[in-house]
């Protein structure tokens, strides 16, 4: 059953048998990296962040770009338009990690590792999903944050100049030449987690800024993603396609879900095709990311 249906029916089951609800599971994590700024990982967190609000789950997120903190700057164009605008919106319970000013480097990296495990071991009690947005650079926290990852999803611009941030590609034959160092550093971190303890990691590829202008690029584009799925071992997903309105979002703080609210309330214009359809490709990701069944945390 989708995430999206099982959340409209909560703990039903308990109420109409007049037992007590079973303790709620840890929250699921949800890691977005990518070795490569500009992927549109800060977009992808915040509208997975967003639609999993609105389907009445307690959310909780952890920006780790500490050279941009996009995520948290999303977050508090949010907050500032709710008090502006008098509009209620879903928010998560957000923090973000700078890395440790330490000058000894086993300290340093003892010290992040710490404070990173504390923060989502706080998380993991108290909501149901935690998404954690990583830098688009390597990092020991960002590996960390990879070895904790129940689902992994990579934001992976539709073009062969950024598909290196999976795999190296003969530019003649177009057969996987070897994995690139993020594919290694996500094997590395697979091996992490199950030898802490005996989980896995679901990755997923995700095809981002799709163009409908160029028809035999995105064709070829998605047969060497086959390939490369078989091979290293993820699944691929639906992304987002190239629309203006997802950079225009951000100085409100918005998403494509709070849109149709937002029209709605202020009795603005309707919303556009355009926006229907990116609303669409939001919830084909949620859906694609086949997140496991349950039912959202009471207050």
Same mark, same amino acid.
């Given at each position: 059953?989708?995430?999206?249906?099982?959340?409209?029916?909560?703990?039903?089951?308990?109420?109409?048998?007049?037992?007590?609800?079973?303790?709620?599971?840890?929250?699921?994590?949800?890691?977005?990296?990518?070795?490569?700024?500009?992927?549109?990982?800060?977009?992808?967190?915040?509208?997975?962040?967003?639609?999993?609000?609105?389907?009445?789950?307690?959310?909780?997120?952890?920006?780790?770009?500490?050279?941009?903190?996009?995520?948290?700057?999303?977050?508090?164009?949010?907050?500032?338009?709710?008090?502006?605008?008098?509009?209620?919106?879903?928010?998560?319970?957000?923090?973000?990690?700078?890395?440790?000013?330490?000058?000894?480097?086993?300290?340093?990296?003892?010290?992040?590792?710490?404070?990173?495990?504390?923060?989502?071991?706080?998380?993991?009690?108290?909501?149901?999903?935690?998404?954690?947005?990583?830098?688009?650079?390597?990092?020991?926290?960002?590996?960390?944050?990879?070895?904790?990852?129940?689902?992994?999803?990579?934001?992976?611009?539709?073009?062969?100049?950024?598909?290196?941030?999976?795999?190296?590609?003969?530019?003649?034959?177009?057969?996987? %030449?070897?994995?690139?160092?993020?594919?290694?550093?996500?094997?590395?971190?697979?091996?992490?987690?199950?030898?802490?303890?005996?989980?896995?990691?679901?990755?997923?590829?995700?095809?981002?800024?799709?163009?409908?202008?160029?028809?035999?690029?995105?064709?070829?584009?998605?047969?060497?993603?086959?390939?490369?799925?078989?091979?290293?071992?993820?699944?691929?997903?639906?992304?987002?396609?190239?629309?203006?309105?997802?950079?225009?979002?951000?100085? %409100?703080?918005?998403?494509?879900?709070?849109?149709?609210?937002?029209?709605?309330?202020?009795?603005?214009?309707?919303?556009?095709?355009?926006?229907?359809?990116?609303?669409?490709?939001?919830?084909?990701?949620?859906?694609?990311? %086949?997140?496991?069944?349950?039912?959202?945390?009471?207050?």
């Amino acid at each position: 059953m989708p995430v999206a249906d099982l959340a409209q029916d909560v703990n039903t089951q308990a109420a109409k048998t007049g037992a007590p609800a079973a303790a709620p599971a840890p929250a699921h994590v949800i890691v977005v990296g990518c070795e490569k700024g500009g992927s549109g990982k800060s977009t992808t967190s915040m509208h997975l962040t967003v639609a999993l609000l609105r389907l009445g789950y307690k959310v909780g997120t952890i920006d780790l770009d500490a050279r941009q903190w996009t995520l948290t700057r999303y977050l508090s164009n949010r907050a500032a338009t709710m008090q502006r605008d008098r509009m209620p919106l879903p928010m998560p319970r957000h923090f973000f990690l700078a890395p440790s000013d330490k000058v000894n480097r086993n300290e340093a990296q003892e010290e992040d590792r710490a404070r990173f495990e504390a923060i989502l071991g706080r998380l993991t009690a108290e909501v149901d999903y935690v998404v954690i947005d990583c830098a688009g650079t390597d990092s020991f926290l960002a590996r960390v944050a990879h070895s904790y990852a129940d689902t992994l999803v990579t934001p992976v611009n539709d073009s062969f100049v950024d598909l290196d941030v999976v795999a190296h590609v003969d530019g003649r034959t177009g057969e996987v %030449q070897r994995p690139s160092v993020y594919a290694e550093m996500v094997w590395e971190q697979r091996k992490a987690r199950a030898k802490r303890d005996g989980g896995s990691i679901d990755w997923i590829v995700m095809r981002n800024r799709l163009s409908n202008l160029d028809a035999n690029n995105k064709r070829e584009m998605g047969e060497v993603l086959e390939k490369l799925a078989r091979r290293i071992g993820f699944r691929l997903a639906p992304g987002f396609s190239e629309r203006v309105i997802f950079r225009e979002l951000f100085l %409100q703080g918005l998403t494509m879900l709070d849109v149709f609210d937002q029209s709605h309330r202020d009795g603005g214009a309707k919303p556009r095709m355009s926006h229907v359809a990116a609303r669409q490709e939001v919830r084909a990701l949620i859906n694609s990311l %086949q997140l496991p069944e349950r039912a959202p945390r009471r207050s």
